[in-house]
């Protein structure tokens, strides 16, 4: 029997929310004997930082994209991935990015395949006008559309009526403590040191509470030219937090993080569905989040297994990270809620939701 032939595309598998789930899924469909799985990575950066199963057949351009003459190496790119969609001949592609799905919707104009598309952003984000007026065009040409959030299918159901939608949350890895790492009194934040993540607030809010035992570490590196690592040492100088603030920048085993920390803050304004908060609860973690307008809320349970802020009231997010510091009860029982309520987001449960939704629906 011939093999499906599911092709999955994304610009990038470097460090990042949407890259760890296209890697998962990757690796989760590659297990499947019925499926041969191709992968297509077509950015501008292009190193691989998650591992991919070695049965997965990766695909990239020989040519560099270059930034400075950044409309040839658009063009260039949609002409190769047009050509590598005409050679694989795949049974389904399925395109992750906000921006990108764009891209591989143009390149398969007048082809016979069926697209998928995984829309990752905040449902609101303003993308520019050209790109909000591209996505406008091309979307309803898709075969479906994936989104993480409910919240996010009642605000594009407004926009694409006629478009074949669905909601699947994310795939959340199961973190265990098999080495035995024993917590310490430390609050965690993983995620991009970008202005949208609100480190320079979580400082501030941490260095009001006084509990002199506790540190708060940030996992997480610069991105999209914002050098914010370099304001926020400044911040950390300049409030005297040098020892109980702890800048960790990109970490390959952040699993040991999640599993040495007691507590997870998180203080983004903008998300889609994120990954962070789930693999915190899988690894036994109380979260405090902003409620902003997608994405936390369907994961935490609020006061069971977290507490949801509304955005930037950082008076009450102060006050319940307070209280879970000093309440080791508390503290412990959410996490192992956290624990329990994360399982709906199990991995191979995720992949087969998307493994259902891409197979069991035609063209409209």
Same mark, same amino acid.
């Given at each position: 029997?011939?093999?499906?032939?599911?092709?999955?595309?994304?610009?990038?598998?470097?460090?990042?929310?949407?890259?760890?789930?296209?890697?998962?899924?990757?690796?989760?469909?590659?297990?499947?004997?019925?499926?041969?799985?191709?992968?297509?990575?077509?950015?501008?950066?292009?190193?691989?930082?998650?591992?991919?199963?070695?049965?997965?057949?990766?695909?990239?351009?020989?040519?560099?994209?270059?930034?400075?003459?950044?409309?040839?190496?658009?063009? $260039?790119?949609?002409?190769?991935?047009?050509?590598?969609?005409?050679?694989?001949?795949?049974?389904?592609?399925?395109?992750?990015?906000?921006?990108?799905?764009?891209?591989?919707?143009?390149?398969?104009?007048?082809?016979?395949?069926?697209?998928?598309?995984?829309?990752?952003?905040?449902?609101?984000?303003?993308?520019?006008?050209?790109?909000?007026?591209?996505?406008?065009?091309?979307?309803?040409?898709?075969?479906?559309?994936?989104?993480?959030?409910?919240?996010? $299918?009642?605000?594009?159901? $407004?926009?694409?009526?006629?478009?074949?939608?669905?909601?699947?949350?994310?795939?959340?890895?199961?973190?265990?403590?098999?080495?035995?790492?024993?917590?310490?009194?430390?609050?965690?934040?993983?995620?991009?040191?970008?202005?949208?993540?609100?480190?320079?607030?979580?400082?501030?809010?941490?260095?009001?509470?006084?509990?002199?035992?506790? $540190?708060?570490?940030?996992?997480?590196?610069?991105?999209?030219?914002?050098?914010?690592?370099?304001?926020?040492?400044?911040?950390?100088?300049?409030?005297?937090?040098?020892?109980?603030?702890?800048?960790?920048?990109?970490?390959?085993?952040?699993?040991?993080?999640?599993?040495?920390?007691?507590?997870?803050?998180?203080?983004?304004?903008?998300?889609?569905?994120?990954?962070?908060?789930?693999?915190?609860?899988?690894?036994?973690?109380?979260?405090?989040?902003?409620?902003?307008?997608?994405?936390?809320?369907?994961?935490?349970?609020?006061?069971?297994?977290?507490?949801?802020?509304?955005?930037?009231?950082?008076?009450?997010?102060?006050?319940?990270?307070?209280?879970?510091?000093?309440?080791?009860?508390?503290?412990?029982?959410?996490?192992?809620?956290?624990?329990?309520?994360?399982?709906?987001?199990?991995?191979?449960?995720?992949?087969?939701?998307?493994?259902?939704?891409?197979?069991?629906?035609?063209?409209?």
């Amino acid at each position: 029997m011939l093999k499906k032939k599911i092709l999955l595309a994304i610009h990038s598998l470097q460090a990042g929310g949407m890259e760890r789930v296209m890697a998962e899924l990757t690796n989760c469909f590659s297990e499947n004997s019925k499926i041969e799985v191709h992968l297509i990575i077509y950015g501008s950066k292009r190193e691989v930082f998650y591992p991919i199963a070695k049965n997965v057949i990766i695909h990239k351009p020989i040519f560099e994209f270059n930034n400075e003459r950044r409309l040839i190496s658009t063009l $260039k790119t949609l002409f190769f991935l047009r050509k590598k969609f005409k050679k694989i001949n795949p049974d389904i592609i399925l395109s992750f990015g906000e921006f990108w799905n764009n891209l591989v919707l143009i390149a398969t104009i007048g082809l016979k395949y069926p697209v998928y598309i995984a829309d990752r952003s905040e449902p609101l984000m303003n993308l520019g006008a050209f790109h909000n007026n591209l996505r406008k065009l091309l979307y309803n040409n898709a075969t479906g559309l994936i989104l993480q959030t409910q919240q996010a $299918k009642k605000i594009y159901q $407004k926009q694409f009526k006629k478009l074949n939608i669905t909601v699947i949350g994310n795939p959340i890895r199961d973190i265990k403590n098999n080495n035995n790492i024993q917590r310490k009194n430390i609050i965690l934040m993983v995620g991009r040191l970008v202005k949208t993540k609100h480190q320079d607030r979580l400082i501030k809010i941490f260095a009001k509470i006084n509990i002199p035992d506790w $540190k708060l570490v940030l996992v997480g590196y610069d991105h999209i030219k914002q050098k914010n690592s370099i304001s926020l040492a400044k911040l950390i100088r300049e409030l005297q937090l040098e020892n109980r603030v702890i800048l960790a920048g990109k970490q390959m085993n952040v699993e040991d993080y999640y599993l040495k920390s007691k507590i997870f803050a998180f203080t983004s304004d903008s998300e889609g569905f994120p990954n962070v908060i789930g693999e915190a609860m899988s690894a036994g973690l109380p979260v405090v989040a902003y409620d902003c307008i997608a994405g936390p809320s369907e994961i935490i349970n609020d006061s069971e297994d977290g507490f949801l802020i509304p955005l930037f009231d950082d008076k009450f997010f102060q006050l319940k990270l307070n209280e879970l510091m000093e309440n080791d009860n508390l503290r412990q029982q959410m996490g192992e809620n956290a624990r329990n309520n994360i399982k709906k987001f199990n991995k191979d449960l995720i992949a087969e939701k998307f493994l259902e939704f891409i197979l069991s629906h035609k063209k409209h």
